[in-house]
């Protein structure tokens, strides 16, 4: 202790600490930040446990007890982790009552308990893992690949600029304004409700990166012609025109109608 | 005479300077004075011709940029989520001036919007002049190119809608393709004229942007030529009023009144359409991408004015026929094809059915208000529900999203109501319209509720009945009575049979069906009757003589208010009471 205390002032201490406090924090980070997603496709032995007793609360009275499906509910064996991540993490299931499909909800659980039941799950059969922050980097995506891919396999039913659209029997593709990346890599991943899956042979890696890359620019792009009346297209003009744009005319037209009198 | 001000000495000199070498005094001074009447619904039409010329004036800003080429280029303007994407010089031009031509981009939203309101005034117009009756004698041809400038209005719409090679624009070409092939027999061939081959092919944008900037603006400038010289020949319809007939034309002289008018309202058109074409996006083309084929939009729609025909389409069931070998398909030519040439033709037609079934042909200057015409606004208001389901159809995927509902009960739904809600529309306004010329015959014959309740002397509450005003009174008893035509016999007093029975006996049930239910104006007789039967009835219930201040109340025996020549007025009334 001596030996330090007399060191104490020297004036390599202000920077031995700092750098000492760097690594801490950095190494720190470096740990938590990888770890997390592993966990989340392997998951621990505890993990596994605590993922089967909330399924047990929470899914198995229509999923059944080994998840073998229901006449309610169809089997989970196989559906993999993202599958999870995806449905429960966008709150669709636990689903709240039957109807058309899952509509999209604040999440029951929280991501530690999501992440325990989809290692659950993980477990019980091989499927899709939850992507990686790896493959989720969509920073070096090329922008317009991602906008064709977009309208050959997405605009058909979520409309061009991602606004959903309605399918058959009240069932729909819905708006992606509000969507993660993570959610979205899932869904191309797992095909949730009336959507297809987009394997990775189908849309590779770098595809679906795109995809999502312009995704977050309709998202994000500030909109260079105006008010955009939801981007629906011509409907919503057409309500615009007929409500506030022929009532301005009209009004124009009795003011100065009036004014003769 | 003499000129006071230097203006006006340089005005008249400018005058007869021009006027010794074109002669245009004569017609001026004839001209400038012309009266219009007056009322804000007569403006509807201007709308539509303002409109008309800030698309005209927009649209040649935007030829200098537009290339109508199916070149195909790769892009590489500002608009980076498209950078290095392979399209057609059309699609590629469209962008530059959204993004790289100064103020392209507002003069694009301008021409959009301003092309909208176009049609939407002509529509609106058209709602005017057929539920007022100004298409009756002498005006059908007027109508009838009205009608004329319509079809050119959705011809130069929806070749606008296509130029610029977008996924939309693509989508609805390729409908129209397919509607054109759904025709019977020629349609596979005609196609193929058109587009030069398969769709979409390099041919079609070309030759439509000819069709959008040329052939199309050019008819519609020379009808909208002739529409407003038969308005000027014709003069203005008015609506009844004090000193307005049939013959008399009362309204302000063209200069300075309607030369100020239309002049300025001009200018609040472009100013609401440049306000609108500045804030409000229009067909985002760089959201929808580039046209391919494969390619294709959830919540594809056309702009509304095609709206109903893209509803008809969609609400239609999947029927089709086999003869040998050739598909005839109902699915589209019903909706597409033979649902609008009815609605057209039934539109265009109007007029001369209406007079061919009333036997009217006199000459119509005064305008008919709506409820005295119930069948007619009957026909119009079920129309205008007809065109909205049809609306609703186009829209069908949309409101199932924002509402939460099902495409397919929404189809069911429009499928019975196309059929259901139409004549229900029909019947409640024909009884509305019924309904309300009672209520115009008890004005005329107790004068108008004024909501002030008295009381009597012997305890008797009686509402006070006023008598109305000249206005009032000129427009109520504007209303003409026609009669039905009379049931035809089939053979005349000296037993020949009459050839033309049946066609004189359907002209009987259809002049029926108009006029029949009509609620005649009371003749002056009946006003006189009434008033006295009112005047007896209240006598007997009410010796009013007896009380000493009876000749204060005279006048509101039994409810109603029965006076000679019935001019008092409400607040001659009042002063009356006030004096004790």
């Not at chain 1, 977050?216 to 009346?229: D, F, K, M, Y």
């Not at chain 2, 004329?148 to 959705?154: D, F, H, Q, R």
Request: aromatic share 10%; proline share 6%; charged share 15%.
């Amino acid at each position: 202790m001596k030996f330090l205390a007399a060191r104490r002032r020297s004036p390599i201490v202000a920077s031995a600490l700092l750098i000492g406090a760097l690594a801490v924090v950095g190494l720190g980070y470096a740990a938590v930040g990888s770890v997390q997603p592993a966990q989340a496709a392997v998951g621990t032995e505890t993990q596994v446990e605590a993922g089967r007793q909330l399924y047990l609360e929470g899914c198995s009275s229509c999923h059944g007890l080994e998840a073998q499906g229901t006449g309610n509910a169809p089997t989970l064996v196989g559906v993999g982790a993202a599958a999870v991540s995806f449905q429960v993490g966008t709150g669709r299931m636990p689903l709240a009552a039957p109807g058309a499909q899952a509509p999209g909800n604040m999440p029951t659980y929280t991501d530690e308990e999501v992440a325990a039941l989809a290692a659950y799950i993980a477990t019980l059969a091989p499927g899709p893992a939850i992507p990686s922050a790896e493959q989720l980097d969509y920073a070096d995506a090329d922008i317009a690949l991602g906008g064709e891919l977009f309208r050959i396999n997405c605009a058909q039913c979520h409309q061009a600029a991602g606004q959903g659209g309605a399918l058959t029997q009240g069932k729909y593709a819905p708006n992606l304004m509000e969507s993660t990346p993570q959610h979205i890599y899932e869904a191309m991943l797992t095909g949730p409700q009336s959507m297809p899956v987009f394997s990775d042979a189908q849309l590779t890696v770098e595809d679906k990166q795109a995809i999502i890359a312009y995704v977050r620019t309709l998202q994000t792009e500030a909109s260079p012609g105006g008010l955009t009346l939801g981007k629906f297209g011509p409907v919503t003009e057409g309500v615009f025109l007929a409500t506030a744009a022929f009532g301005a005319l009209i009004a124009a037209a009795v003011w100065i109608g009036i004014k003769a009198r | 005479m003499t000129t006071s001000s230097p203006i006006e000495q340089a005005g008249g000199a400018t005058a007869t300077y021009v006027d010794k070498r074109l002669g245009s005094n004569k017609f001026l001074s004839r001209n400038l004075a012309k009266v219009f009447p007056d009322h804000w619904s007569f403006m509807l039409g201007e709308i539509a011709l303002y409109s008309f010329i800030v698309v005209l004036l927009t649209g040649v800003f935007l030829t200098l940029f537009f290339k109508p080429s199916m070149l195909e280029v790769v892009y590489d303007g500002s608009y980076v989520p498209l950078q290095g994407v392979k399209m057609s010089e059309a699609y590629a031009s469209s962008l530059d001036i959204s993004f790289d031509v100064r103020g392209g981009l507002l003069l694009r939203q301008m021409h959009h919007w301003g092309a909208l309101i176009f049609v939407a005034a002509m529509a609106v117009h058209m709602f005017r002049v057929f539920f007022t009756g100004a298409f009756r004698k002498p005006r059908e041809f007027n109508w009838l190119i009205g009608v004329g400038l319509t079809v050119l209005a959705l011809g130069a719409g929806f070749s606008g809608y296509s130029l610029p090679d977008d996924l939309l624009s693509g989508t609805g070409l390729q409908i129209a393709r397919g509607i054109m092939q759904a025709t019977p027999v020629i349609g596979t061939w005609m196609a193929f004229l058109l587009f030069g081959g398969e769709f979409p092919g390099t041919s079609f944008i070309p030759m439509l942007y000819s069709v959008h900037i040329l052939l199309i603006p050019g008819l519609i400038l020379a009808l909208v030529t002739v529409h407003l010289m038969l308005v000027w020949v014709q003069k203005h319809t008015q609506f009844p009023g004090p000193g307005r007939t049939n013959d008399n034309v009362v309204g302000y002289p063209l200069m300075p009144v309607y030369m100020a008018k239309a002049g300025g309202f001009f200018f609040v058109v472009f100013g609401i359409i440049a306000l609108i074409g500045g804030l409000v996006t229009i067909n985002p083309i760089w959201v929808f991408g580039p046209f391919t084929p494969d390619q294709v939009s959830a919540g594809s729609q056309p702009d509304w004015y095609i709206g109903f025909l893209d509803g008809a389409l969609r609400i239609m069931p999947n029927w089709e026929t086999v003869i040998f070998g050739w598909t005839i398909s109902w699915n589209i030519m019903i909706p597409a094809m033979i649902m609008p040439g009815i609605l057209f033709t039934a539109i265009a037609l109007y007029p001369f059915i209406e007079s061919w079934v009333t036997g009217d042909k006199r000459e119509h200057n005064l305008l008919d208000r709506p409820r005295n015409a119930p069948t007619r606004t009957g026909i119009g208001v079920m129309s205008i529900v007809f065109y909205c389901l049809l609306w609703v159809g186009g829209a069908n995927d949309i409101i199932a999203v924002a509402f939460d509902l099902s495409i397919n009960a929404i189809t069911w739904f429009l499928r019975v109501a196309i059929f259901v809600l139409p004549p229900i529309a029909f019947v409640v306004t024909k009884r509305a319209c019924l309904g309300l010329q009672r209520r115009d015959r008890e004005k005329l014959l107790h004068g108008f509720e004024s909501g002030r309740v008295l009381r009597l002397p012997h305890g008797e509450f009686i509402e006070v009945h006023q008598p109305l005003s000249p206005k009032d009174l000129a427009v109520i008893t504007s209303k003409t009575d026609i009669v039905p035509l009379p049931a035809p016999e089939r053979t005349d007093a000296d037993g020949v049979r009459n050839k033309l029975y049946r066609i004189q006996a359907l002209r009987h049930r259809l002049s029926t069906f108009f006029y029949g239910d009509n609620v005649p104006k009371p003749s002056a007789a009946e006003i006189e009757a009434g008033q006295h039967h009112a005047a007896h009835d209240a006598a007997i219930e009410a010796p009013l003589h007896d009380y000493e201040d009876a000749d204060q109340i005279h006048t509101f025996h039994g409810g109603v208010l029965h006076h000679p020549g019935m001019e008092e007025t409400n607040a001659q009334q009042i002063a009356d009471r006030s004096h004790d």
